[in-house]
């Protein structure tokens, strides 16, 4: 039976309450710095988004983010407002946002951190929205998003 409160809380992990935030930003951080922010970014995220009910994917290519994040509406509103004011990138790109999918992802996590030309040209074809090429960089996400043990 699909259940959609829980003693009268909104069930958290509820598909059907669940609103996504999919974008694309520009790194702003200097290289010798990347992968100690990135980590940071990464802790910080799985404890908050864990709290929130929020689950979902970053990937990083050196250059660029790209983050889906999906989950109650108000939760993901809130996030978002840090993630855009947040200094270590800019040119934050909404690529999608919306309700009604479902959720695609079991967990939040780091789906791939680290100079990809492969990675780097699926983001830019998004940024040049080629057709499909969101749809194709979600299922790239999915594919590589390893769920938290
Ligand atoms: C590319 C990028 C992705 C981020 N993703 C998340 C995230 O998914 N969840 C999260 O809580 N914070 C994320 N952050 C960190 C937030 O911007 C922010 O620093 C953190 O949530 C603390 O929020 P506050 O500064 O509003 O207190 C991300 C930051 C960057 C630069």
Redo the contacts with the bound molecule.
Sequence with gaps: MERHYQGGVPDIKDASICHRWFYV?R?LLPANWVDA?VAD?VK??R???ES?G?T?A?L?TGRR?A?Y?EGPAGNVAM?Q??????A??GEVQTIESGDGQGRLFDD?SLAYAGPSLFLSAQVESVLDEAPHSAARLISILREFATPED
């Design positions: 930003s790194c922010a970014i910080v995220s404890i908050r988004n929130l929020l979902g970053l990083f983010f983050q994040i996030v407002t840090s993630i855009e004011g947040d270590r990138h939040w």
